[in-house]
């Protein structure tokens, strides 16, 4: 979905709307929410949720269990190096 609208931070038209994943917590305890919403403004820059984005990630988080279904995942650990 890519809609152009106007840029909150901004004020430029052209702002657009991806579907990015975001996780939250860690361990047995890691919620991930895919298909959120994100503004992205190619002229300044910005990224944001709307706040009504925001309010349906805390319903999605805080009733977790009538939404989510369990899947496998792998997890990696980043290294430096030095």
Do not use: W
């Amino acid at each position: 979905m890519m809609n152009k609208l106007k840029c909150d931070i901004c004020g430029k038209q052209g702002a657009q709307i991806r579907q990015v994943s975001r996780s939250y917590g860690s361990g047995k305890n890691l919620l991930v929410i895919d298909e959120i919403p994100l503004i992205s403004c190619s002229h300044c820059g910005e990224s944001y949720f709307t706040a009504e984005t925001l309010h349906e990630v805390e319903r999605i988080k805080l009733h977790r269990k009538g939404f989510a279904e369990t899947k496998p995942v792998s997890v990696a650990r980043f290294h430096q190096v030095a």
